[in-house]
């Protein structure tokens, strides 16, 4: 195949191989001769092509109209348009890698589970359970509180009189940090020294000695206070007050329980009266409960885990009642009843003291519990009871 130019007069044969124009070829028009064997096209009326602008603003003329663009900004091309077969960096790296370095592990695929948060999708929420508890700590913590409560009664009983100063110092500290949510400020320092006091006088001198500590106690927070002027005088002595009450004079019970001679016997009867209520109520919510029992106070607390905290409360302490304190079964039924009661209403009351004061635990001391008067609200409630039973079951002699 040869060379053929219609509008050329040069025989077309004398072209020695095709594709390459012969020595004396004059095509009649401009030729690129840049390039070695090229003429140029071969169709008439070739004009050469002006070099193009550098400004991208500036359009050629199309069809006649020119396209006024120079007050357009400049944008930059982004990274991410990049023209497809183009190099990137990370596969230049990758190249020069060398052969004997090894590679980067394959990604796993995720699989389902608890989704990753991202732009517009929120991460997806744990499912809690139903008691509203971390069980698995709160029943290690649970194990260790009690065996900490067991050790000290039955190897060296005054070591109870300091666990339960270190507790109720703890929790007179919970409960007056938590009431600083309604700008309440109770004397700490003052209310913590008279706790310890309350608990002190109940071991060695008895009742009467309790409820003078109590009078004590509060006299001392009122004189701390006048310190601070008489702006808030009122709402912090009331808070005071509540506090007294509420956690160190009724804990001076649990020595009053523990000083006769069976007293190791008789404070443990009532802690495992509220542990199975505690456990019954749990167990009787989780599989049956239905029918809530103060939705505005406790939302979970149901009135069939109620029944499975009396009946727990009342088989338990029907049996520990007979071989520790030696007590008839019927008795010990109502023992356990009674205490049953006394803790939910322990539970309640501070359940209640919690959403008015707006917090959820009183502290987060304890994993699982919340704070340590998230679990001394059912035993306050429940050591004034079995003093008051006990002492009418199995008086001391």
Not at 225 to 250: E, N, Q, W
Not at 361 to 387: C, E, K, N, Q, W
């Amino acid at each position: 195949m040869s060379y053929s130019d219609p509008y050329s007069s040069v025989d077309p044969r004398r072209a020695r191989h095709p594709g390459v124009a012969p020595e004396d070829y004059d095509p009649g028009f401009p030729a690129n001769l840049d390039v070695p064997g090229w003429a140029g096209p071969t169709q008439p009326g070739f004009q050469q092509q002006p070099e193009p602008d550098p400004d991208p603003r500036h359009e050629p003329e199309v069809n006649g109209y020119t396209a006024d663009t120079t007050q357009l900004p400049v944008v930059a091309p982004r990274d991410d348009d990049r023209r497809r077969g183009e190099p990137r960096p990370d596969a230049d790296r990758r190249r020069a890698r060398s052969d004997d370095e090894p590679s980067d592990p394959p990604q796993r695929r995720r699989g389902p589970g608890k989704r990753r948060a991202g732009p517009g999708r929120p991460p997806t929420s744990q499912k809690p359970s139903r008691a509203g508890r971390n069980l698995p700590a709160a029943i290690g913590v649970g194990v260790t509180l009690g065996g900490v409560l067991v050790a000290s009664l039955y190897l060296y009983k005054p070591a109870f009189l300091g666990v339960l100063a270190l507790a109720v110092a703890i929790g007179i500290w919970e409960v007056s940090r938590a009431t600083r949510e309604v700008r309440a400020h109770p004397p700490t320092i003052p209310l913590i020294a008279g706790g310890i006091l309350m608990v002190g006088l109940a071991w060695y001198a008895g009742a009467d000695a309790l409820l003078l500590g109590l009078v004590a106690t509060l006299l001392a927070a009122a004189v701390w206070r006048l310190a601070d002027g008489t702006k808030g005088f009122k709402l912090d002595m009331t808070v005071s007050t509540l506090i007294a009450v509420y956690v160190p004079f009724l804990a001076g019970f649990a020595a009053l329980l523990a000083v006769p001679e069976d007293g190791a016997d008789r404070v443990l009867v009532v802690l495992i009266a509220v542990v199975l209520s505690d456990t019954g109520g749990y167990a009787a919510g989780v599989f049956f409960g239905r029918h809530p029992m103060a939705p505005t106070i406790s939302p979970k607390k149901s009135w069939e885990g109620f029944g499975g905290s009396v009946v727990a409360a009342a088989v338990g302490s029907a049996l520990t009642c007979y071989f520790l304190l030696n007590i008839d079964f019927w008795w010990g039924a109502v023992f356990g009843v009674a205490i049953s009661v006394a803790a939910v209403l322990g539970d309640l009351g501070e359940s209640m003291l919690k959403r008015d004061l707006g917090v959820k635990d009183m502290s987060r001391l304890l994993p699982g519990h919340g704070g340590l008067m998230d679990r001394l609200d059912s035993i306050l409630f429940a050591v004034p009871t079995a003093y008051l039973l006990l002492s009418i079951f199995a008086p001391v002699r």
